[in-house]
C-alpha cells in the first residue's frame, strides 16, 4: 500500500544521548513495517541537527524551520544541557524552548520530552548548574502538565516507551484517508 502522510519526527538532544537517538530512529523504522501504519497510510520521517544540509543559513534557522515544520518533536536530555560553543544556553534546550513557545499557541508539534536519570556516581562530572536547570525544566512541565514528560533509566526502556508513545500519537492523530 502506498504511503499518503509523512509524519515528521525531529530529535532534539546533546551529544550524551547517541544511543537514545538511534533508538527513536530505529523505533520509527520499525513503526513504517508495522500494520498499524500501513492501514493507516502513514509513514515516519526522522530528522536530527546532523541531517540539516549546509547552507548559506546559520545551522540554528534551518534547525528551527525543521522543528517549525515537524509533527513530533521527541526532546532527550541526560547531564548535558550545554554545548562547547561558549554560549550561555544550549542549543537544544533552545530548540526545545522554540517548539514549546509554537505549540502553546499552535498545538503543534507534538512534543515528547524525555530525561535519562543520571546515576548518583555519574553525576559528579555534570556541572552543578546543568543538573539544577535539567531538575527545573523537568519539574516545570510535570508542573504544567501541558507536554508528554517521562524519565528512563536505561536504553532498552527508553526504547520501549519511545515505541508506544510513537505509536499512541499516530492511533491517535491519524484516520485513514
Known amino acids: 500500500m502506498d504511503m499518503n502522510r509523512v509524519v515528521n519526527v525531529v530529535i532534539a538532544s546533546p ?65 548535558r544541557f550545554y554545548t562547547q560553543s561558549g554560549r550561555t544556553e544550549s542549543e537544544n534546550l533552545n530548540n526545545f524552548l522554540l517548539a514549546y513557545d509554537v505549540w502553546k499557541s499552535l498545538k503543534k508539534p507534538h512534543v515528547m520530552l524525555f530525561f535519562r536519570e543520571a546515576q548518583t556516581s555519574s553525576t559528579e562530572d555534570t556541572p552543578a548548574p546543568v543538573l539544577r536547570e535539567m531538575c527545573e525544566l523537568k519539574e516545570m512541565m510535570e508542573k504544567e502538565k501541558l507536554l508528554y514528560t517521562d524519565v528512563f533509566s536505561a536504553p532498552h526502556e527508553f526504547c520501549e516507551k519511545i515505541y508506544d508513545q510513537i505509536e499512541k500519537w499516530v492511533r491517535d492523530n491519524t484516520t485513514r484517508q
Not at 544511543?19 to 498499524?36: D, F, P, T, Y
Not at 541537527?49 to 518533536?73: G, K, T, Y
Request: with cysteine.
Open 15 to 79: 551529544g550524551d544521548v547517541v544511543i537514545e537517538r538511534k533508538i527513536v530512529h530505529e523505533a520509527c523504522l520499525g513503526l513504517n513495517e508495522s500494520e498499524l501504519l500501513h492501514h493507516l497510510g502513514v509513514s515516519l520521517h526522522t530528522g536530527m541537527w546532523e541531517d540539516v544540509f549546509p547552507s548559506a543559513e546559520p545551522p540554528q534557522v534551518i534547525i528551527n524551520r525543521l522543528i517549525d515544520e515537524c509533527d513530533i518533536l521527541v526532546c532527550i536530555f541526560y547531564k
